[in-house]
């Protein structure tokens, strides 16, 4: 008998738990959280243009926490002076009117895909100039709403926003591109925007720019006040390093190598005017039109900027190449000018001594057989005044001849000549260009590399 019973009571036990586990299987999810969304989202029971209450129920305001990943950043216009990014945006908050029963924990949250059945927070980019949702296949965007009444927003959007530059540096420079985002109409007395906890910007692994480089980001809040309250505000200051090796291939050396062309007329020789004058105005006319290219792909600013004196300085050098020539030019012919005037003067001279002679010697033809000499004495009293004044003389050319500096004896080398002054400037100028050049770089280098660290630990970024 007792077994009977026991047997009777496994199988109603197993009954019991095969009608469970087919009621179980009866249950559609999806129908319950259409049945949760309209008792929560029905008509008469939700206003979406009240705004959740604050903290644990009170009148506070409310709480959206923020975080950002970014997807990619395409440009970084120095011209315009913005940049563009696209990136995935979520906000977070909690409404208490939108809690549900989870169904024991099977419902673990909501989806919806559109925003206006909800209250949203009123969130705009101050810095904003154009941007676009994304739309293909379906618009990046879902709601998800928790059993507790939390709220999680996302969307993926493209942004183009302002980006104020200072170039100075340029192109040594780092530049801090900043995203704002701020309430528009909720002050901070019923909206506060807090980041969220943990890790609230994220940045795609590998991200490429192709003249930058992504060296960190600081994320900081930027509350406003105006005349009609204080307004919440994020932003996230993202700091950007120049790819210094594009510029010193496409502009540094080549107008370094272009100066260093126009020292090649230093040893042509003087007479050669076509070849030098060729020379020297095609670098200069070269170097002209680089600086235009590159003044070109820059915005006009009222300061100078560091490729400014780079471009200035060798424009300078080489147009003081050719005035060089000009200069080797005109002492060339001065010159020669004045060596065909002593050539002259000494032929008149000598043709005015021959006449002297040929009239002396027709006056002695002419004289009185009789006529007789006067004789200077050969010997001096040393008395006489004219002998102490001859000693006085050799004394001077006696005298021991001072050492000459290097410099006078390497200039002595050449000719003191009119016409070889312009080899001398040549010479002089071989030495002199390559010099105050080498010397420039030390201190171009040197004083803008120095104030890029420089203007890192002021920026706060060491």
Known sequence: MGT??????????????????????????????????????????????????????????????????????????????????????????????????????????????????????????????????????????????????????SIRISLTLACPMNLKLYPLDRQICSLRMASYGWTTNDLVFLWKEGDPVQVVKNLHLPRFTLEKFLTDYCNSKTNTGEYSCLKVDLLFKREFSYYLIQIYIPCCMLVIVSWVSFWLDQGAVPARVSLGVTTLLTMATQTSGINASLPPVSYTKAIDVWTGVCLTFVFGALLEFALVNYASRSGLNKANMHK?????????????????????????????????????????????????????HMQPPKRPSCCKTWLSKFPTRQCSRSKRIDVISRITFPLVFALFNLVYWSTYLFREEEDEVVLGFV
């Open 344 to 396: 002259e003067n000494m032929k008149k001279k000598r043709r005015d001594l021959e006449q002297a002679s040929l009239d002396a010697a027709s006056d002695l033809l002419d004289t009185d057989s009789n006529a007789t000499f006067a004789m200077k004495p050969l010997v001096r009293h040393p008395g006489d005044p004219l002998a102490l004044e001859k000693l006085r003389q050799c004394e001077v």
């Open 4 to 153: 009977g019973h026991y047997f009777w009571a496994i199988f109603y036990f197993t009954s019991l738990c095969s009608a469970s586990l087919a009621n179980n299987a009866k249950i559609n999810f999806r129908e319950k959280e259409k049945k949760v969304l309209d008792q929560i989202l029905g008509a008469g029971k939700y206003d979406a243009r009240i705004r959740p209450s604050g903290i644990n129920g009170t009148d506070g305001p409310a709480i959206v926490r923020i975080n950002l990943f970014v997807r990619s950043i395409m440009t970084i216009s120095d011209i315009k002076m913005e940049y563009s990014v696209q990136l995935t945006f979520r906000e977070q908050w909690t409404d208490e009117r939108l809690k549900f029963d989870d169904i024991q924990g099977r419902l673990k949250y909501l989806t919806l895909t559109e925003a206006n059945r909800v209250w949203m927070p009123d969130l705009f980019f101050s810095n904003e100039k154009e941007g676009h949702f994304h739309n293909i296949i379906m618009p990046n965007v879902y709601i998800r709403i928790f059993p507790n009444g939390s709220v999680l927003y």
